[in-house]
């Protein structure tokens, strides 16, 4: 028995301007995506053929465009169609992907599968915790699986659970069955962490309940608000050998999930942008990071605003302060050929720099992607980058030239600080800041959005 493997994923900003080109997406094809997924054991060892399609993903970007996406959905139904008699699909998706004139890049995929394939073929996915279901998604997919942590390190598990659960039922000739119940709630997407309660709890029971021999998945989907569409809110989706089962157990994580709604609070000091940068002049901590969450390259923006360096420039602080990844191709074009040390006049904030250090951006993947180039005012340097670029560890100030063990005040293009950034804080500023990954949702303007929402609108909700 044949089971075709596959995965295409982006996570979607309505409000970000840069849609992602076929180059932005990493791509294997055949063998080679087992690179990057771990499933392919699972399935050979019991006995089933693997059929490998594609792997393309790419960052959180605006939305898809219509050619780029068919460009990769047409390469895994050509898989689909050369394999007619699959008894499995498995596919890794994000969950959030919003496609032009299409809506949910992943629903428009299934429904295009199950034109191709047998009415017994089984379809297994795997989903970003950050998923935005959409009502048709279990009418299409047999078992539905879900990170089950944020910040995410349980990828490989979430994959596992999809491949296994679709071993079983192809195996034992079970017929399983999932069931979606909306939560009508979207939460700043950086309050929502499994490590703390009450997430914890809730996927700790979710975990229980997997334990049944009855039920192959229980998930919590907390929704990603910077899709602008009917889809976008929270979800439980619960797989299960029946479907009264499924939908009991979907629906009481639902109001599970929906009592805690008032219970999420950031994890650092979360201030207006102008508040952040006082307390990070005032603040006697060695080193202070500043996040500027409303540009947060890694949730689709396209780090190109200015305002924090601009309050900085205003402040004239005596700290030594960097800015640390500014999108900006024109300033790094224009003045690439100065030398370091030479004065340079930059009209859009009409004042005087020195050029600091010719650098690269380390990309996403550790491969270099551009120049980047650090231009000094004062006390404060800026790292503007040709590219969008995401500083998320010490390498990327390494390849930057600039010497992060040098500065007081750090301020990058993220919500919460990655891990590999912790060390180097001895305090975190998340500044709520205006921008394509603003989290405070009234400030978004969402048009599509199911109504009524938590917390746009106060109301009743039960499953
Ligand atoms: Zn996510």
Redo the contacts with the bound molecule.
Sequence with gaps: MKIIVASFQC?SNSKAKLHPQKHDFEYFKGEDIFKKLVVKEIFVENGFEVVPSIYAVALPSATVERDTYEYYKEQIMDTLRANPDAAGVYIFF?GSMEVEEIGSGELYLLKEIRKVVSKDCLISISL???ANITDELCDYADIISG?KT?P?IDQKECQQRSANALVYCLKNGVKPYAYMQRVPFLLKNDTLQTAYEPLKGLIEETVALEKAPDVFTANLFLG?CWIDAPNTSASTVVCATSKPRAESIAKDLANKLWATRRDYKFLCEAELPEECVKRAIEGKEKRIFITDSGDNTTAGAEGDTTGILRLFLKEKTRKKTCVAGITDFDIVNDFWNKKEGEEVFLQQFDCVGKIKAHGEILGWTKEIIGRSLTIAFDNVDAVFTEYRSAFIEKGNFDKANVDLLGYEIVVVKLGYLFTELKPYADRELFALSDGASCVELARLNLKKIVRPMFPLDEFDFKA
Excluded: G, R
């Design positions: 996570e994000h970003d915790a950050h990170f944020v995410h990603h």
